[in-house]
């Protein structure tokens, strides 16, 4: 199957043109599982915790019927970066919507990055693999800032993740040091969809670096958008392939683990 990360930057505060963009995205692509920066819809520096409730949306509202009836008729898989309101909370989340609807879920970011602290809730779902029956695929989803926690991709491999899908609004220099790291030794396709552009609306100024990767299992780079330019970048995949975890006829890095001796 093929699979793409989709680079652009949303204009902050309006949904109505960032939703024609992605469903544009949508529309002209040509690859089976896209991927969408984290908070796509809205932008990503929010005031405080009232102006993002003011951007969020219910993962179940009719707002989203849209990308369902686009994943069921043009039969792909889309992940979405989004602000979530449920219930009093609001929750940084990217939901992941499928061609047969009853495997739609949501996942709400574990790690809060910086002032994310202060404008969100903490994920109360925690990570999870999706199996895709009809294409038999697995896929496991984070957002940015979890990355950074080794814990967070081997936790999705360990629940059977072929790909890792990592919606993404990334400022820091250092991520593509680890990201490689992620893949190998998970064995596990990951996909990262960064964000371009600058947003400066708290006499802070964030520059988001662009630069989204498709990693093969062996942590090779697959596709690589520039750090500044609206692209969309797509490699072929095998998912089984992650499955066997061995490298050599000896070692297998799941069976070989001792986790008697982990602190974690």
Known sequence: MNISAI????????????ENKI???IENSKSDILVFPELALSGYD???RAEAT?????????????FKELSKNLNKIIVLGFAEKYEDKI????????PDSKYNRVYRKVHLFYKEIFIFDESDIGFFNIY??????????????DWRFPEAARTLALMGADIIVCPSNLV???????MPSRALENKVYLVVANRIGIENRKGEELVFNGASKI??????????????????????????????????????????RRTKFYKL
């Open 23 to 25: 469903i544009n995205f």
């Open 54 to 66: 003011k951007y969020a949306l219910e993962f179940d509202s009719d707002f989203f019927n849209k």
């Open 215 to 256: 990693y093969s299992y062996n942590g090779s780079v697959m596709a690589e958008a520039s750090k500044t330019e609206e692209m969309v970048i797509s490699a072929k995949i095998e998912p089984s392939n992650t499955r066997n975890k061995s490298f050599n006829n000896i070692n297998n890095i799941f069976s070989d």
């Open 7 to 18: 680079q652009f930057e949303p204009i902050f505060g309006d949904i109505s043109y960032n």
């Open 91 to 98: 929750y940084n989340s990217a939901g992941i919507f499928f």
């Open 46 to 48: 929010f005031i405080d």
């Open 172 to 178: 820091t220099t250092v991520w593509d040091i680890s």
């Open 132 to 145: 895709y029956k009809d294409w038999d695929v697995n896929i496991g989803t984070m957002i940015c800032y």
